[in-house]
Nanobody, 132 residues
């Protein structure tokens, strides 16, 4: 059973940076496709970034392109999201997601962000608050 534990959220001023971490356990790390999502109250969970199972393909929502970077460290079984030039509209709870069953088909097309329902495994969420 894949388990995901997030860390790294917090409060930051507009223009600042944060790095979210998501440590995976319970399954071979290089057989997992990962995604980052965010959600604010009253809105649907929004896809932010994804990484293919191999890590060779990454995609981003238009709203974060050029500011956020998803990466993975197989030695630490951890996927990261570096968030730079943060804005007040980035304030949300951020979730790490992982998929095993159809991982090889996830996030493999350019500009393609999987939907939340395509991921089975989820982290507990991390609050990111950007003050203006």
């Amino acid at each position: 059973q894949l388990q995901l534990v997030e860390s790294g959220g917090g409060l930051v001023q507009s223009g600042g940076s944060l790095r979210l971490s998501c440590e995976a356990s319970g399954f071979a790390f290089d057989h997992v496709a990962f995604g980052w999502f965010r959600q604010v109250p009253g809105k649907e969970r929004e896809g932010v970034a994804c990484s293919s199972m191999s890590g060779e393909m990454t995609n981003y929502a238009d709203s974060v392109k050029g500011r956020f970077t998803i990466s993975r460290d197989i030695d630490k079984n951890t996927v990261y999201m570096q968030m730079n030039s943060l804005r007040s509209e980035d304030t949300a709870i951020y979730y790490c997601a992982g998929e095993i069953g159809v991982a090889q088909a996830m996030c493999v097309m350019p500009n393609g962000l999987p939907y939340a329902y395509e991921y089975v495994h989820w982290g507990q969420g991390a609050q990111v608050t950007v003050s203006s």
